[in-house]
Every structure is written in structure tokens, then in C-alpha cells.
Nanobody, 120 residues
């Protein structure tokens, strides 16, 4: 079993910044990637960004140039630096980890989410 604990959410003014963190613990093995998703009220969960253990990153178009994902493999921790926030970024942000065992079976875990509210 794997546990993901997110932190760093809160209320921020438009144009402000927040840094989210997600720490994974438990039976960690062969990580494919760690990622952030978000879900705004009344909307489906959407992809935000992902990072591989090698440091390869990928971003949704809506956050490119404003958000930066990073990781510490030794600590199984991923961060999301969010800059130039706007009200459309308001959502619950979820951390995800995807791992594969030696027989290529996928193990996908999610955190409980952390609320980010951008408002004046």
C-alpha cells in the first residue's frame, strides 16, 4: 500500500504563488511518474503536470510557463510551484503516483487532495 500526503494549498490573491508538495510513503517501487491533477467545482478532474524519475516533465497547456513540477527521488516527494495564479486555477489539487511491478502490472495511487483558492 502507498500513501500520498499533499500540503501547501490555501487562499491566494490573483497573481500570487503557491507551492504544493506531495510525499509518498509505503511500498514504493519502479515509479513511472508522479503527477498533479486538479478538479474545480462542477468540473471533471483534469491533468496539470507530471514528472518522471529521470526528470522529464510534461504540462497541460493551461499551466505552461506558470507552473513548475519538480521531484526528489530519494524522498519520493513531488512539488508543484504555481505562479501567476488566476481564479481559473481554483480547484482541489490531487497528487498521483504510477508504478509498475516486474510483471508490468500498474499500481496507481492518489492523495486526498489540497484546496487551492485564488480570489481577491
Amino acid at each position: 500500500q502507498v500513501q500520498l500526503v499533499e500540503s501547501g494549498g490555501g487562499l491566494v490573491l490573483p497573481g500570487g504563488s503557491l507551492r504544493l508538495s506531495c510525499a509518498a510513503s509505503g511500498s514504493i517501487f519502479n515509479i513511472d511518474h508522479m503527477a498533479w491533477y486538479r478538479q474545480a467545482p462542477g468540473k471533471q478532474r483534469e491533468y496539470v503536470a507530471a514528472i518522471s524519475p529521470a526528470g522529464t516533465t510534461n504540462y497541460a497547456d493551461s499551466v505552461k510557463g506558470r507552473f513548475a513540477i519538480s521531484t526528489d527521488n530519494a524522498k519520493n516527494t513531488v512539488w508543484l510551484q504555481m505562479n501567476s495564479l488566476n481564479p481559473e486555477d481554483t480547484a482541489v489539487y490531487y497528487c498521483e503516483i504510477l508504478m509498475y511491478n516486474p510483471t508490468n502490472i500498474a499500481y496507481d495511487y492518489w492523495g486526498q487532495g489540497t484546496q487551492v483558492t485564488v480570489s481577491s
